[in-house]
C-alpha cells in the first residue's frame, strides 16, 4: 500500500528565505505527484504536477523536483512571501490505482513579515 | 482547467439529520471523486463516482452513509447520512483537470460540515 510522508510538519521563516518541502512515497510505481496548497478552511489549489518520466516542473517562483527511483519529490519556493502562508499538500497516483490520489499529511507554512 | 462549483460551503447540522452536498463541473468529465478531511489530517478518498454506474467506495465508507448519484457527466451529488460529531470535517469532491494530457486533479473549494 503506498504511504506518503510529508517533512517537516511544519515550517516558520521570515520573509525573503527559500522554503524547501519534502514529500516521499514507499511505492516507485507512481504516474504523477502533485502538489497543492490548502488555505484554512479552504479545498486545494493545484501547483505543479510532475509526470513520472520528469525530473522536475517549474512555475514562477515555485519548482518541483522528482525522483522517482528513491521515492522523493521536493517543492523550492524561493524568495517566501506573507502570502505563501498555507498548508502544502503532496498527493501521488499510483499506477493501479488511477484517479485515486494518496496524500500526504502536509506542511503547514508561515512566512512572517 | 475543469472548474468546479461546490455547495453548500459551510454548514452546522444537527446530529441526525443528512445532508446533501453537491458538485456542478463546467465540463462532460468520466470520473469525479468524493474526499474527506478531517480536522487536522490529510484527504482520504470516500468513493469515485462514474456516471451510469454505482459508486465504488473505499475501504471505511459504506453506501448507507455515504450515498452518491452521478445523474449525468458533469454533476454529483454526495449525502452525509444520520451524522455525528464524528462527520464533521471538510468534504471535496475532484475531477481530472483534462488539461492537455496532464491527468493532474482540479478540487472544489471544499464543504465545512459541523455537527453538533
Known amino acids: 500500500k503506498q504511504e506518503v510522508t510529508q517533512i517537516p510538519a511544519a515550517l516558520s521563516v521570515p520573509e525573503g528565505e527559500n522554503l524547501v518541502l519534502n514529500c516521499s512515497f514507499t511505492?516507485?510505481?507512481?504516474?504523477?505527484l502533485q502538489w497543492f496548497r490548502q488555505d484554512p478552511g479552504k479545498g486545494l489549489t493545484s501547483l505543479l504536477l510532475?509526470?513520472?518520466?520528469?525530473r522536475e516542473q517549474t512555475s514562477g517562483r515555485l519548482n518541483a523536483s522528482l525522483d522517482k527511483s528513491s521515492g522523493r519529490s521536493t517543492l523550492y519556493i524561493a524568495a517566501s512571501q506573507p502570502g505563501d502562508s498555507a498548508t502544502y499538500l503532496c498527493?501521488?497516483?499510483?499506477?493501479?490505482?488511477?484517479?485515486?490520489?494518496?496524500f500526504g499529511a502536509g506542511t503547514q507554512v508561515v512566512v512572517t513579515p | 482547467s475543469a472548474v468546479i462549483s461546490q455547495k453548500p460551503s459551510r454548514d452546522i447540522c444537527q446530529r441526525g439529520t443528512s445532508l446533501t452536498i453537491q458538485c456542478q463541473v463546467d465540463?462532460?468529465?468520466?470520473?469525479m471523486f468524493w474526499y474527506r478531511q478531517q480536522p487536522g489530517q490529510s484527504l482520504t478518498l470516500i468513493a469515485t463516482?462514474?456516471?451510469?454506474?454505482?459508486?465504488?467506495?473505499e475501504s471505511g465508507f459504506v453506501i448507507d452513509k455515504f450515498p452518491i448519484s452521478r445523474p449525468n457527466l458533469t454533476f454529483s451529488t454526495l449525502t452525509v447520512s444520520n451524522m455525528s460529531p464524528e462527520d464533521s470535517s471538510i468534504y471535496l469532491c475532484?475531477?481530472?483537470?483534462?488539461?492537455?494530457?496532464?491527468?493532474?486533479?482540479?478540487f472544489g473549494s471544499g464543504t465545512r460540515l459541523t455537527v453538533v
Open positions: 465540463s462532460q468529465v468520466t470520473m
Open positions: 463516482a462514474n456516471q451510469g454506474s454505482e459508486a465504488t467506495y
Open positions: 498527493a501521488v497516483m499510483t499506477t493501479d490505482s488511477w484517479g485515486k490520489l494518496q
Open positions: 475532484s475531477v481530472e483537470s483534462q488539461q492537455r494530457l496532464d491527468y493532474g486533479y482540479t
Open positions: 510532475i509526470q513520472s518520466s520528469q
Open positions: 511505492d516507485s510505481a507512481i504516474y504523477n
